[in-house]
């Protein structure tokens, strides 16, 4: 395991002889993981300022990144060893990965199939999103801020509105439904854009899910009086919308959901839902205790969580000749140590030193 700085968990190791025989990744707080990320690339085409600088990072020299076999090898194992269910790649922006396609060709004919997704900032979906589907992408995150030109560029630093919103179009006609839309509110920015964006996403068949900020921007200028709350956002939409509680099985998902009604609905149209919204609280109502992630940088790092403050090297065990069975076990291992959350409202909390577009959002 490779110390990024203070260690997030003492008292627990690789050979733990405390961790029971179980081929799965329990941790020692009862949970099982079964869902993997996998960042693809920290490169991006956009600079959202709550994510990187204007002038982007030091990008991984590309023979530092796992490379097309590797990541498939990787996933294999996590899927036929160790009781992987999801696969979702993310960066970085993945479309940029050049053997995107190619890489989920081969993890969608792994048996089990694991359910494939993808988080993307749209660029270029409106020419991909049906060969992606080929490929085996089932569902698909979209991440949209704002439905205005400036405010867009403003945030992305880019003027690609119009490419996001005709990706997402793309994404819906090439079958994926729900399209599922993420969207950061920044103080003063685009705080007053959740009714809008909600509205936006129920007329066009959209899931949108709030997430709100958390500390891993490269530039470490998040601040926790700054970032607007899941309350604050709930407060915004109920100024237009009834929200119900969603009644369905919230299991590990980050999102809490809520049914959308109109608030006043029109005389004779009832109070028909209109569709769902999600809120990711991780700063304000956190769910490490029903998190089932784990973490697999571009270069290869295995993450137990965000804000893990150690990584493992499967990389140097791949490339040092090490077999499957012996990976899937520091997999178990490194999963066992998992911390019981992220602490960021610990005194003693300190950010990551690597930001979310390289250990993949
Ligand atoms: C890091 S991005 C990677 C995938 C792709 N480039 C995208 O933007 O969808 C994944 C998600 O993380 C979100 N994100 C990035 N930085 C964040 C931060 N500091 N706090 C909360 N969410 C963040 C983005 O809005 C996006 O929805
Ligand atoms: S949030 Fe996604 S699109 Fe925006 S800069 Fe980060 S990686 Fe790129």
Same mark, same amino acid.
């Given at each position: 395991?490779?110390?990024?700085?203070?260690?997030?968990? =003492?008292?627990?190791?690789? /050979?733990?002889?405390?961790?029971?025989?179980?081929?799965?990744?329990?941790?020692?707080?009862?949970?099982?993981?079964?869902?993997?990320?996998?960042?693809? +690339?920290?490169?991006?085409?956009?600079?959202?300022?709550?994510?990187?600088?204007? &002038?982007?990072?030091?990008?991984?020299?590309?023979?530092?990144?796992?490379?097309?076999?590797?990541? $498939?090898?990787?996933?294999?194992?996590?899927?036929?060893?160790?009781?992987?269910?999801?696969?979702?790649?993310?960066?970085?922006?993945?479309?940029?990965?050049?053997?995107?396609?190619?890489?989920?060709?081969?993890?969608?004919?792994?048996?089990?199939?694991?359910?494939?997704?993808?988080?993307?900032?749209?660029?270029? %979906?409106?020419?991909?999103?049906?060969?992606?589907?080929?490929?085996?992408?089932?569902?698909?995150?979209?991440?949209?801020?704002?439905?205005?030109?400036?405010?867009?560029?403003?945030?992305?630093?880019?003027?690609?509105?119009?490419?996001?919103?005709?990706?997402?179009?793309?994404?819906?006609?090439?079958?994926?439904?729900? $399209?599922? @839309?993420?969207?950061? %509110?920044?103080?003063?920015?685009?705080?007053?854009?959740? $009714?809008?964006?909600?509205?936006?996403?129920?007329? /066009?068949?959209?899931?949108?899910?709030?997430?709100?900020?958390?500390?891993?921007?490269?530039? /470490?200028?998040?601040?926790?009086? &700054?970032?607007?709350?899941?309350?604050?956002?709930?407060?915004?939409?109920? +100024?237009?919308?009834? %929200? @119900?509680?969603?009644?369905?099985?919230?299991?590990?998902?980050?999102?809490?959901?809520?049914?959308?009604?109109?608030?006043?609905?029109?005389?004779?149209?009832?109070?028909?839902?209109?569709?769902?919204?999600?809120?990711?609280?991780? @700063?304000?109502?956190?769910?490490?205790?029903?998190?089932?992630?784990?973490? %697999?940088?571009?270069?290869?790092?295995? =993450?137990?969580?965000?804000?893990? =403050?150690?990584?493992?090297?499967?990389?140097?065990?791949?490339?040092?000749?090490?077999?499957?069975?012996?990976?899937?076990?520091?997999?178990?291992?490194?999963?066992?140590?998992?911390?019981?959350? /992220?602490?960021?409202?610990?005194?003693?909390?300190?950010?990551?030193?690597?930001?979310?577009?390289?250990?993949?959002?």
């Amino acid at each position: 395991m490779t110390d990024l700085g203070l260690p997030a968990v =003492r008292g627990a190791s690789v /050979h733990d002889p405390a961790r029971p025989a179980d081929d799965r990744l329990i941790d020692r707080f009862g949970r099982v993981a079964t869902d993997l990320r996998v960042s693809l +690339t920290d490169r991006c085409n956009l600079r959202c300022t709550y994510c990187m600088p204007a &002038e982007g990072l030091d990008w991984t020299p590309t023979d530092e990144l796992l490379s097309d076999d590797e990541i $498939v090898r990787l996933v294999r194992i996590g899927v036929q060893r160790l009781g992987i269910q999801e696969i979702r790649f993310t960066g970085g922006e993945p479309t940029l990965r050049v053997g995107l396609e190619s890489i989920l060709r081969q993890v969608s004919s792994l048996r089990p199939r694991p359910d494939i997704s993808l988080t993307t900032n749209g660029i270029g %979906l409106s020419r991909r999103a049906g060969a992606l589907v080929a490929a085996g992408v089932d569902r698909l995150n979209v991440s949209l801020d704002t439905l205005i030109p400036e405010r867009f560029e403003r945030i992305t630093r880019r003027n690609r509105l119009a490419d996001v919103l005709d990706g997402m179009a793309a994404a819906r006609a090439a079958g994926l439904d729900p $399209v599922k @839309v993420n969207t950061v %509110l920044l103080r003063g920015v685009n705080d007053d854009e959740a $009714v809008p964006l909600l509205r936006y996403c129920l007329e /066009h068949g959209y899931e949108l899910r709030f997430i709100e900020q958390m500390p891993l921007d490269a530039q /470490h200028g998040w601040q926790r009086t &700054e970032m607007i709350t899941a309350d604050e956002i709930l407060g915004r939409l109920r +100024t237009a919308f009834d %929200l @119900v509680p969603d009644p369905g099985e919230r299991g590990g998902a980050p999102a809490e959901r809520w049914l959308v009604r109109e608030l006043d609905p029109r005389p004779g149209s009832g109070a028909a839902i209109l569709g769902a919204v999600g809120v990711i609280a991780s @700063v304000t109502r956190p769910f490490c205790g029903d998190c089932d992630r784990t973490r %697999l940088t571009g270069d290869g790092q295995l =993450r137990t969580c965000l804000f893990a =403050r150690s990584e493992t090297d499967l990389r140097a065990m791949l490339r040092g000749g090490a077999g499957d069975a012996e990976i899937a076990d520091a997999w178990r291992g490194a999963m066992w140590a998992k911390a019981a959350g /992220h602490g960021i409202d610990d005194p003693g909390f300190l950010q990551p030193d690597r930001p979310m577009s390289s250990i993949g959002g």
